[in-house]
Nanobody, 127 residues
């Protein structure tokens, strides 16, 4: 069964940086659209950034200019580079992958688009 696994979280100070990794399993999942989402205590899981099969990306307004999503298909890995971190970025970060059939066009960067989730990685930003 295809899976995703997140890593790279940790405790960082205000203004610091972290790079999260999402490793996908299976020969075809490495080419799927992948989304990074986060969930803070007591809040809904929200979209952070998504990357399509063609490499095009979407980022939420709250992280634009600070977070960058990228992928290395040879390594079956999608990265989320997070710079200038703020306390409000504190959350569990999840990566998600869709299940086939995939849409012909872009995958909407919404929670309901993604069906396979990892266990998440905790990011804590201290002020």
């Amino acid at each position: 069964q295809a899976q995703v696994e997140e890593s790279g979280g940790g405790l960082v100070q205000f203004g610091g940086s972290l790079r999260l990794s999402c490793v996908t399993s299976g020969n075809t999942m490495r080419y799927y659209p992948i989304g990074w989402f986060r969930q803070a205590p007591g809040k809904e899981r929200e979209a952070v950034s998504c990357i399509q099969r063609d490499g095009s990306t979407y980022s939420a307004d709250s992280v634009k200019g600070r977070f960058t999503i990228s992928r290395d298909n040879d390594k079956s890995t999608v990265y989320l580079q997070m710079n200038d971190l703020k306390p409000e970025d504190t959350a569990i970060y999840f990566c998600g992958a869709p299940k086939p059939p995939l849409p012909l066009g872009a995958m909407p960067c919404r929670r309901e688009s993604f069906k396979t989730w990892g266990r998440g990685t905790q990011v804590t930003v201290s002020s």
